[in-house]
């Protein structure tokens, strides 16, 4: 009995609020699983373009090309000259930037490997966008 001259009450824990906490964190822990699979077969590339004082450069236009297919991703840099692709498929690519005043920036043979991030940074040199600074890497993980 309550000392306020009621009855008391036992405090009971709802059984299915248990069960679903641990349905819902299995139910995480499995599709966190998959969403790694997912990006097995995809890699990322991501850079910094800056110019030859290491000034970032906004606003640079970055084109990905599959180098066996031809499929073109376009990205631009951001306020920090920062770039990153969405996750692309494996394969070989190419990787030109450009931005007007300055000489075009390509590198090729770029080799993706599942799951990675690739980094290609790239300085580009004030001159005219129709010269082209070719840099050919062939690099493989």
């Known amino acids: 009995m309550d000392p306020r001259g009621g009855l008391r009450r036992k405090h009971e824990t709802n059984p299915i609020l248990p069960a679903a906490v641990s349905v ?73 930037v450009e931005k007007q005043g300055f000489k075009t920036y390509t590198e090729t043979g770029i080799w993706t490997a599942g799951g990675q991030t690739v980094r290609v940074d790239a300085k580009l040199i004030v001159g005219a966008a129709r010269e082209v600074v070719v840099v050919r890497t062939g690099w493989k993980s």
Not at 30 to 43: M, V
Not at 48 to 63: L, N, Q, R, Y
Request: glycine share 10%; hydrophobic share 40%; charged share 10%.
């Open 24 to 96: 819902f964190f299995a139910l995480l822990a499995f599709n966190g699983q998959n969403l790694h699979a997912q990006f097995a077969d995809r890699a990322v590339i991501t850079g910094v373009v800056t110019d030859s004082s290491g000034a970032a450069i906004p606003e640079a236009m970055v084109t990905i090309t599959n180098e066996g297919t031809g499929v073109r991703t376009l990205v631009g840099t951001n306020g920090a000259g920062n770039y990153s692709t969405p996750p692309l498929i494996l394969s070989t690519y190419r990787v030109d």
